[in-house]
C-alpha cells in the first residue's frame, strides 16, 4: 500500500510539474492545474427475479468474464449480544458444504470452470461472490446457488474452522498491531458494543457455537427481502437474467424483513485519556490516536476525505512526512476514517521507533493540531487532485465495480453518486477543510493508545505530560487465552 500510495504521489506531482511548465512560463506564480476531466462510468441497469430479488446489472464486453455477487444486508453488526462473531463464522461455514456437495466437492467443481466463489462477511454485509469466464456461467451459477441459499453446516467442518480461529485469536495476543487495534475499538466502544469486539468474536464464542447458531443466523439474515444480486462483465441482460431467475428466481422459503441490531451510542471522550498496553521486548511501540468518527452517510462526507489526505491519507500527507520523511521514527503513518452504518473511529496511526515513542506522540499532536489552521491553496489543490486522479483506478475490473455496487446498495447512496464524485471533491473549499477538521479533530479529548514495551516507553510519556495513563491488560481486550479443542 505504501509504495502504491508513493507510485501515486509521484505521478501526482509529476503531473503538476507538466502542467505548470507547459502553462505558466511566469515561474514565479505559476497556475494551479486544472481539474480532472469528467469521469464516464458505464449504466447501472436495473431488474428484478420473480421473487422480488433485486438485480444490479453492468455490461463490459472487452473481457469475456463476468462477476455476480449475492449481496445480503447483514453484518457483524448485526450479531446478537452473546454471540460476537456468528456472523463471520456462518458466513464462512458457507462454503464447506451445500447441497449435496462436501466442501471438497464444491472446491472441485469451482476449479473444473476455471471460477473463484467465495463467502465472506463485513461489519455491514455480507456476500456470496462468483467470478467465472462467461461462456462457464452457466454451469457455476447452481454451485453458487447452492452455497448461497442451501448450505448445510457439517459439524466437522465447523469444528475445524473453530479450531482455526481460536487458535488466529491466540497468536494475536503476540501481534502488536493487531493488539493496538482490537484494544483502541475496544476502549472507545466498550466490550457490549459490537464494534468493541474483533470480527471473529471472542474465545468463549467461538468455542460455544453449534451448528444451529449458525443456522439460526443464516434463516434470520439470508432471505430474498435483504439481498441483491449484482452482475458486472460480458454479458447482457437478456441473457443473464434467465440464468439468474433459473438458479435464484425460486428463493421463498424465507420471506420478510430480516431482523438487524440496535448498536447503542458510544459516548465521545469528555478530556484526553492515556492507555498504555505493555508488550515486553516489542520491537516497536504501536501508536493509535484518535476517538468515534462519522458514519458513512455524513453530509461532510466529501470535506474530510480531502482534509484527511492533507493530514494522513497520502504518502505525502503530513504525519508521513514528518514521522517518516523528516524524522525517521516509523515506516509509515497515517489517519483515517472508518465509516460504517454506524460511526466508526477515526484513528492516526504508525509503528514508531521504541526508543521514539515520545517524540513521535509529540509529532503526532503537532500535525493533529496543526490540521486545524486554514490550509494552504497549493496544498488544498494538490489533495483535491490526488482524490480525484486515483478515484478511476477503483473501476478498472469487473470485481472493483461490483465492490463499488455493494457499496451504493449498502450505503444508499444516490444513482448519481459515482459520476459526480470528482466534482463534489473539486467543490470541497478550504473553508469547507478547516470547519471538519476543527469538528472532528479535537486532540484535546482524544484517546492516546500505545502498545509497547512498558519499562522503556512509560517515563517519557508521562514526561509529555498528555494525562493519567491507564495501564490495560491483553486479557482485557481479547478476554482469557483461548484453549485449543484437539
Not at 137 to 162: H, Q, S, W, Y
Not at 428 to 438: E, G
Not at 457 to 463: D, K, L, N, S, V
Request: no cysteine; glycine share 8%.
Amino acid at each position: 500500500m505504501m509504495t502504491r500510495r508513493f507510485v501515486l504521489a509521484t505521478a501526482l506531482a509529476g503531473l503538476t510539474a507538466v502542467l505548470s511548465a507547459q502553462q505558466a512560463p511566469d515561474r514565479t506564480h505559476p497556475p494551479q492545474p486544472g481539474p480532472p476531466p469528467a469521469l464516464t462510468l458505464p449504466t447501472i441497469q436495473k431488474r428484478q427475479l420473480s421473487n422480488g430479488l433485486p438485480v444490479w446489472m453492468v455490461e463490459m464486453h472487452k473481457v469475456p468474464v463476468v462477476q455476480v455477487n449475492l449481496l445480503v444486508f447483514s453484518g457483524t453488526a448485526d450479531d446478537p449480544a452473546g454471540k460476537f462473531g456468528v456472523a463471520s463464522l456462518t458466513t464462512a461455514m458457507l462454503e464447506e458444504g451445500a447441497g449435496a456437495r462436501s466442501a471438497l466437492e464444491i472446491a472441485d467443481a469451482v476449479d473444473f470452470l476455471g471460477a473463484d466463489l467465495g463467502a465472506g462477511t463485513g461489519i455491514d454485509a455480507s456476500a456470496v461472490r462468483l467470478h467465472v469466464p462467461v461462456a462457464r456461467l452457466a454451469g457455476a451459477l447452481p454451485i453458487m446457488a447452492d452455497v448461497a441459499l442451501r448450505p448445510t453446516f457439517p459439524k466437522d467442518e465447523l469444528e475445524r474452522l473453530r479450531r482455526e480461529r481460536l487458535t488466529n485469536l491466540l497468536q494475536a495476543r503476540d501481534d502488536p498491531p493487531t493488539i493496538a487495534a482490537l484494544a483502541f475499538s475496544r476502549i472507545l466502544y466498550g466490550p457490549a458494543h459490537r464494534y468493541g469486539t474483533a470480527m471473529l468474536g471472542t474465545g468463549a464464542a467461538i468455542a460455544a457455537f453449534t451448528p444451529d447458531d449458525l443456522r439460526a443466523f443464516y434463516a434470520a439474515t439470508f432471505r430474498p427481502a435483504n439481498t441483491a444480486l449484482l452482475v458486472v462483465g460480458d454479458v447482457a441482460p437478456d441473457h443473464v437474467m434467465p440464468l439468474l431467475e433459473s438458479s435464484f428466481g425460486s428463493w421463498t422459503a424465507q420471506t420478510g424483513a430480516a431482523a438487524h441490531a440496535t448498536l447503542p451510542a458510544a459516548p465521545e471522550p469528555a478530556r484526553r485519556e492515556i492507555y498504555l498496553v505493555d508488550k515486553p521486548d516489542a520491537a516497536q511501540s504501536q501508536v493509535r490516536i484518535g476517538w468515534i468518527g462519522v458514519p458513512r452517510s455524513t453530509p461532510d462526507y466529501f470535506p474530510i476525505q480531502v482534509m484527511n489526505t492533507i493530514l494522513g491519507g497520502s504518502f505525502s500527507s503530513r504525519l508521513n512526512m514528518n514521522l517518516r520523511e523528516k524524522h525517521g521514527y516509523a515506516y509509515g503513518a497515517g489517519s483515517g476514517f472508518d465509516m460504517r452504518a454506524s460511526a466508526g473511529p477515526f484513528a492516526a496511526s504508525a509503528g514508531v521507533q521504541t526508543d521514539k515513542t515520545a517524540e513521535s506522540l509529540k509529532e503526532f499532536f503537532n500535525e493533529l493540531n496543526g490540521i486545524l489552521q486554514p490550509i494552504p491553496p497549493d496544498e488544498l489543490a494538490r489533495a483535491k487532485n490526488y482524490v480525484a486522479l486515483r478515484f478511476p483506478g477503483g473501476f478498472e475490473t469487473t470485481g472493483d465495480i461490483s465492490r463499488k455496487l455493494e457499496d451504493a446498495l449498502v450505503y444508499h447512496l444516490p444513482d448519481t453518486y459515482f459520476s459526480q464524485y470528482v466534482q463534489s471533491i473539486q467543490a470541497v473549499t478550504a473553508a469547507d477543510v478547516q470547519r471538519v477538521a476543527q469538528k472532528y479533530i479535537q486532540p484535546g479529548r482524544f484517546v492516546v493508545l500505545v502498545v509497547g514495551d512498558r519499562k522503556k516507553i512509560e517515563p517519557g510519556i508521562r514526561a509529555l505530560n498528555l494525562g493519567a495513563i491507564k495501564i490495560v491488560t491483553i486479557d482485557e481486550v481479547f478476554g482469557p487465552a483461548p484453549s485449543i479443542p484437539q
